[in-house]
């Protein structure tokens, strides 16, 4: 199983970034993806999730400026990030959640730097 995240890197804020995750080794369509996000010191918080079935949540103060999507042939997921500021500084991670009671599973990528800064 991989999960591997790419698009990070540095950006003014205001600025766009596309976050990319390229999963393999496991039925993609059947998994939940998520993005996490997490700075130095703090705990690993959820960003953006969208379901087997298309649909998307968002953390409160990421609304109306990222964007979760999946491509099911490609077996990605995306994280558009628009309008961004300093506070989303953070390494973002890629995690694939399958859940059908009792078989749980969650996997995760290696993650990929975001820096918003002047």
């Known amino acids: 199983v991989q999960l591997v995240e790419s698009g990070g890197g540095l950006v003014q804020p205001g600025g766009s970034l596309r976050l990319s995750c390229a999963a393999s080794?496991?039925?993609?369509?059947?998994?939940?993806m998520n993005w996490y996000r997490q700075v130095p010191g703090m705990e690993r918080e959820l960003v953006a999730t969208?379901?087997?079935?298309?649909?998307?949540r968002y953390q409160d103060s990421v609304k109306g400026r990222f964007t979760i999507s999946r491509d099911k042939v490609k077996n990605l997921v995306y994280l558009q990030m628009n309008s961004l500021k300093p506070d989303d500084t953070a390494v973002y991670y890629c995690?694939?959640?399958?859940?059908?009671?009792?078989?749980?599973?969650?996997?995760w990528g290696q993650g990929t730097q975001v820096t918003v800064s002047s």
């Open positions: 995690n694939a959640v399958f859940s059908r009671w009792p078989d749980v599973r969650s996997y």
């Open positions: 080794g496991f039925t993609f369509s059947t998994y939940t």
């Open positions: 969208i379901t087997i079935d298309g649909t998307t």
